[in-house]
């Protein structure tokens, strides 16, 4: 299988010298410490790291969810640290889809209007019902959230994250809260949309077994990048199991 | 639809609880704006299309006697436009079946035609017929009070000659809107009437053939009303005019016109004050809807939505809750405003009402309702997109406590861990717990407010009839009579007490303003009428000088020691200095008194008085009415439970429908404040709740955490209501001071338990409302979603 790293190593995102400190009262706290890292178009990377090393707060920024302390995040030419709230709008309308680790689905709206909340203001999107059909869920178009189990209420994210055919795909935790059963129907869904649109994706997790379907592995410990690995082959998520 | 309004829709049903609790908090302020000003409104503007349609006149002086042929004189004074001479007499009248006295006015009509001025309207029948000497029109609510309709016979007593007249028709006039005898305080429409004659008819009855003893007068456009009463007043003294005066003295349009200040000032406090809690409430209200998503704005900011997009769907949702509130507001204020009219139609006899919704204050309404809301969502949206949403979409963060006193403290070592939550709670949250606080307590006052007046008015009932009006029964004399007639009303049937009384009246004034009433002559220390001064002792009336009302005293600028320019109405007009010696405080009406001998010097007249107060045996009352009947000095007979009876009627009514109307919207918005309180305190804390049950407490341990908040919260808002309420009272006492009576600044305890009992009642019955959802909480989702 040819990797999309491989010929043309288009960077995508880039950023150096990354810091993120949080204030609450007298703590301080430094999530990030210094991340200097680069991601590549087309490309799967997974980001592994205990708990609290900094992966939300990294991927948050790249998402342009929220905003570094310091150093510099580029996407393309864009410079997301120096970025405008209108400017990080537009970034996220037309280029991000984000999936979030607790899902996050609208509970007023099912499965079909969470997905097309994001086409609406999309340029463009996808069918709404393609989207869901890509990962499995034609058969629940209509279900409210709370009708859904957790697996598929992730799997209705990953829809609504990619509806929009964005360039990059975040995934926080995607199978953090499931079963390794379900885990894995999610983790087919997003490499399957990686491979088929070409989209850059980035996806967390602290689980070693998941990277192992990536091209590449990034390792983050107490706020910095500690290791970066790249997969000589990239297995398909039915052949892990945890 | 987007799928983003569709969202909006979903929410605003999910949210219905909240969002007709936040409509009806809405709804009532508007409500008391459009009640108050429409009924306002209304009442005034049919007054002024009445006075113009029917040509009410502007001055009115009353006279012995003068040639007709004065008329003239009077219509070349320049600055007059039509001048309108009438035969006016008092009479006493008796319909068939009916016992007691019953008082008339005579008034006289061109014979078989409408006056220029004063026209009448004809509600039934028609004019009395020309040259007929045996028909009247009487008033409507005389008519109505005794079931007369034309073709039904009275008997007047005309210089006491029994006359059986027949009833032409029923009529309204611009000059007895308020029907109003004369003496009173108050209608009393079963025994007092207006009756219209011939003028030939009653002239001729009354000696007055070609001559009149009333005249009412209209002016031209920007003609000076003082400098045609002087001329008015030269011209006609000769005659025995007691003084012309404009329409601020004439009794119809002075009630009239007390009312519509009265209203003027609940027009602008009442509003100012529901309107003002419930823009406070609909912007607390309002925010902490939006807080509760600040999770849902961070998702969709993260797929890209603006904080515009953001700021426009939460507009739309104030929007549509304000919509809401503003159709059932102005809807329910209008209906509500109609039956009020109508209310006031009861006292103030127009031939119909004129009712219209202002735009502008439906303007001001919806300015007001959309400003406050748009002010508390404008804060809460921004709060919630100025967020990076990464943050806003974290879990909850465990907020940051801190050892403090309630560790330290003793009392700390005895609480357990669900009441140590609660304090926590209430204490980190120290901002949101006062706003709660404020909000409950803001809707307890208005709820002080609402019922403080119902005692307050008992409370000067109370004063002015158990307290100072101690008689039951007042007669007026024709004339001044000698003081000995006293002696001779003791031996009537069933008469306890007599107590002769002096009556003058006179135009008090002082430093440019100036009020017309009447001096009461009594007894130093008089048995039934009793002064009270402003610590509520009684008090004796000086041998020497003028005791005033105290807010006549004010309203002169004049204090004791000062004085008082006297001007005499009756018999030999004179101007006198008198010298103010004390002032008293009264509840109802506003009076002037004297020592009676010192009255009688002034005077200059020997031990005259003009009528007695009696007190009697009321099983004998009808006995005593037919001795009465047949003494002819006797103008009238005045019942004072009757005259107590009809004011508080008259309160009941105008007032305290208004407040009950009110107290009920206070009510409303205090259930919608509570329930709201509860709702979000449940929402706040439905996870940690979820959480304390997987870990094994009861469903009764949880519950006390969301009860014992909420009880918290209540106990503390029910004195700061009652301080607010106290202080709204106060200020709506002070607005609402009129010469017909000034509720006195009196809330009793039982009003303080009724407002505390309003806020605990509404309190738990949301609680009771949030209890089933407790039951109904799924600790699994709960604890999975995050919105
Ligand atoms: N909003 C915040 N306020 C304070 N501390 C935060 C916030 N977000 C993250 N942190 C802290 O930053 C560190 C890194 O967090 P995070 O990036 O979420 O870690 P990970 O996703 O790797 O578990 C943690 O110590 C976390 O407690
Ligand atoms: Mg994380």
Known sequence: MPHANMPSRQVVFATQGVTKVYRTGEMIIHALRGVDLELYAGELTVMLGASGSG???????????????????????????????????????DHVGFVFQFYNLISSLTARENVAIVTEISRNPMRPEDALELVGMSERLDHFPSQLSGGEQQRVAIARAIAKRPAVLLCDEPTGALDSRTGIKVLEAIAHVNRELHTTTAVITHNVVIAEMADRVVRLSDGRVSDVHVNAHRKSPAELSW | MRIIHRKLLRDLISLKGQVTAIAV??????????????????????????????????????????????????????????????????????VPGYPDPIRGKLLSIPDGRQPTLNQLHLREGSLPEPGRDDQMLISEPFSEAHDLRPGDTLTAIIRGRLTTMTVSGVALSPEFVYQIGPADLLPDYERFGVLWMNRRALANAFGMDGAFNNAVISLQEEADAASVIDAVDALLTRYGGTGAHDRDDQASHQFLSMELDQLRVMAIFLPTLFLGVAAFLLNVLMGRIVRTQRQQVAVLKAFGYSNGDMAVHYGLLTGLIVLIGLVAGVGLGAWAADALAAVYMEYFRFPAISFRLQPQVLLLAVAVASGAAALGTFHAVRGAVSLPPAEAMRPPAPETFRQGWLE?????????????????????????????????????????????????????????????HTMDVSLYFSEPTSAHAVAGLLHKPGVHFVEGFRSVPVRLANDGRDYRTTILGMDAEPQLRRLIDTRGQRQRLPREGLVLTDYLADYLGVRPGGTVRVEVMEGHRRTLEVALAATVSEPVGVSAYMERRALNNLMREGPAISGVWLLTDESRHAELYDALWDAPRIASIGLIGEAEAAIRDYI???????????LLLAGSITFAVAYNNARIAFAERARELATLRVLGYTRGEVGWILLGEIAALTLLAIPLGWLLGTGFALALSEAMSTELFRVPFVITPRT?????????????????LILRRLRGLDMVSALKTVE
């Open chain 2, 25 to 94: 908090v809405l709804a009532a302020g508007v409500m008391t704006l459009i009640i108050a000003v429409t009924t306002l409104d209304a009442i005034s503007l049919t007054q002024d299309r009445f006075y113009g349609d029917y040509r009410f006149a502007d001055v009115f002086v009353d006279l012995k006697r003068a040639p007709e042929g004065l008329a003239e004189r009077l219509r070349e004074i320049p600055g007059v436009d039509h001048v309108e001479t009438r035969v006016s007499a008092p009479v006493r009248v008796e």
């Open chain 2, 652 to 662: 009941d009514d105008t007032v305290l429908v208004m407040m009950g109307v009110l």
């Open chain 2, 752 to 768: 303080y338990a009724f407002g505390a009992a309003g806020v605990l009642v509404a309190t738990a019955l949301s609680v009771l």
């Open chain 2, 408 to 468: 330290r403290s003793r009392l700390g070592r005895f609480l357990d861990q669900p009441t140590r939550i609660i304090v926590r709670n209430l204490l980190r949250h120290r901002m949101k717990s006062g706003l709660s606080v404020l909000g409950v307590g803001l809707s307890g006052a208005l709820l002080l407010v609402g019922s403080y007046q119902f005692g307050a008015v008992d409370d000067m009932l109370d004063k002015q009839y158990r307290l100072m």
């Open chain 1, 55 to 93: 992966k939300s707060t990294l991927l948050n920024i790249l998402g342009g969810l929220d905003s570094a302390t310091d150093g510099q995040v580029r996407y393309g030419d864009q410079d997301l640290a120096s970025g405008s709230d209108r400017m990080l709008t537009a970034y996220r309308r």
